[in-house]
Nanobody, 114 residues
């Protein structure tokens, strides 16, 4: 079993920055991928960014050049650096890990508002 804990969400003004963290613990033998999804009110959950075991990444078009995903393998932690935040980035951000099975965190709220 794998447990994911997100942190780093909060309220930020448009144009500001936040860094999300997702720490994985438990039976971690081989990580296929770790990434971030988000769900805004009334909308479906969508991919934000994902990093695969080989280091390759994939981003949603809406966050390219603003968000950066990174990973600390020693800590089994993945980060999402979010810059130039916009009101439309407001959502609950979820960490997802593909470690044998798929695991989800409980989410962290990001609100971008003046």
């Amino acid at each position: 079993q794998v447990h994911l804990v997100e942190s780093g969400g909060g309220l930020v003004q448009p144009g500001g920055s936040l860094r999300l963290s997702c720490a994985a613990s438990g039976s971690i033998f081989s990580v296929n991928s770790m990434g971030w999804y988000r769900q805004a009110p009334g909308k479906q959950r969508e991919l934000v960014a994902v990093m695969y075991s080989g280091g390759s990444t994939n981003y949603a078009d809406s966050v390219k050049d603003r968000f950066t995903i990174s990973r600390d393998n020693a800590k089994n932690t993945v980060y999402l650096q979010m810059n130039s935040l916009k009101p439309e980035d407001t959502a609950v951000y979820y960490c997802r890990a593909h470690i044998g099975n798929l695991y989800w965190g409980r989410g962290t709220q990001v609100t971008v508002s003046s």
